[in-house]
Nanobody
Framework: QVHLVESGGGLVQAGGSLRLSCAASGIIFSINVMGWYRQAPGKQRELVAVITSGGSTNYADSVKGRFTISRDNAKNRVYLQMNSLKPEDTAVYYC????????WGQGTQVTVSS
């Protein structure tokens, strides 16, 4: 079993920055994909950014140039550095790990005020 715990969410003004962290525990394979997704009220959950265990990344167009995903394989952690935050970035942010199965964290709230 795999357990994911996110941290780092909060309230920030537009233009500000936040850094999200996700810690994975349990049986973690050396080859996997970790990522961040978000869900705003009344909207579907959407991809924000993903990163493979080899370091390849992919971003949603809406966050390119503002968000950076990174990971520490030794610590089984993934991070999301969010800069130039906008009110439309307000959402619950979820960490996801994909190996043999999909695993999700409980989510962390990010609120960006205008």
């Amino acid at each position: 079993q795999v357990h994911l715990v996110e941290s780092g969410g909060g309230l920030v003004q537009a233009g500000g920055s936040l850094r999200l962290s996700c810690a994975a525990s349990g049986i973690i394979f050396s080859i996997n994909v970790m990522g961040w997704y978000r869900q705003a009220p009344g909207k579907q959950r959407e991809l924000v950014a993903v990163i493979t265990s080899g370091g390849s990344t992919n971003y949603a167009d809406s966050v390119k140039g503002r968000f950076t995903i990174s990971r520490d394989n030794a610590k089984n952690r993934v991070y999301l550095q969010m800069n130039s935050l906008k009110p439309e970035d307000t959402a619950v942010y979820y960490c996801r790990l994909t190996q043999r199965n999909d695993y999700w964290g409980q989510g962390t709230q990010v609120t960006v005020s205008s």
